[in-house]
């Protein structure tokens, strides 16, 4: 297995739901503005076409301040963008073979026990959720809680009702960062201090990766 890319920095993925929002370009645009670095295009229910078309406005976006711009789940879409973000279940192998080497890829995990076969494909990351009630996630079962987070194999980011009230609690429990949607999307300012404090607790203590 090859070396695993680091993640962006700070490590808050900001996954898009444009439901959320009247504006999703603007919306990146200010989270963007206010530290977040790296972005996920997640709008698997429009056509290709439409995706193409959000994916060369967010482009320049994440590119004037060296951030990371990935998309969920098509890999052909990926092949314009730093990497790949895989549903629950999907094939990192087969992904990582069409895309080579230097893309950034992970895995959507809903239990503890998938983060080993995640390392075991070569994900760079996984995503674990929901470890908060989340109205986002609402059908993945019970919330897991930060305590699954711990003694992970491969970087893991906290997902389902994180925010500044428990992203600390993630932190130190052992998450390498978090990902993000619904509150982003309709406060993208708040990313101002939810970087603040990613930064500084990943300074202080950084994950094993």
């Not at 503005?33 to 995706?51: F, T």
């Not at 990935?70 to 963008?81: E, I, P, S, T, Y």
Request: glycine share 12%.
């Amino acid at each position: 297995m090859s070396q695993r890319h680091p993640l962006p920095c700070p490590p808050l993925l900001l996954i898009t739901d444009r439901h959320q929002t009247d504006d999703l370009v603007a919306t990146v645009r200010t989270a963007v503005a206010n530290g977040c670095r790296w972005v996920s295009l997640r709008e698997k229910d429009l056509p290709v076409g439409e995706q193409q078309a959000l994916l060369d406005q967010l482009r320049p976006l994440l590119c004037a301040v060296g951030g990371v711009l990935m998309v969920h789940g098509n890999v052909d879409l990926a092949r314009q963008c730093r990497g790949l973000h895989l549903p629950a279940g999907g094939d990192v192998v087969a992904a990582r073979a069409t895309l080579g080497p230097q893309a950034l890829i992970g895995i959507s995990c809903h239990h503890p026990a998938e983060l080993q076969a995640a390392a075991a494909a070569g994900a760079d990351y996984a995503t674990l959720s929901p470890i908060f009630p989340s109205a986002s996630k609402p059908g993945y079962g019970p919330a897991l809680g930060p305590a699954a987070l711990a003694d992970a194999p491969l970087p893991v980011l906290a997902l389902g009702g994180v925010g500044a009230d428990n992203l600390a609690a993630c932190l130190e429990a052992g998450a390498a960062g978090a990902a993000l949607m619904g509150g982003p999307m309709r406060r993208p300012e708040q990313m101002a201090g939810l970087a603040a404090l990613c930064q500084a607790r990943t300074t202080v203590n950084p994950p094993p990766g």
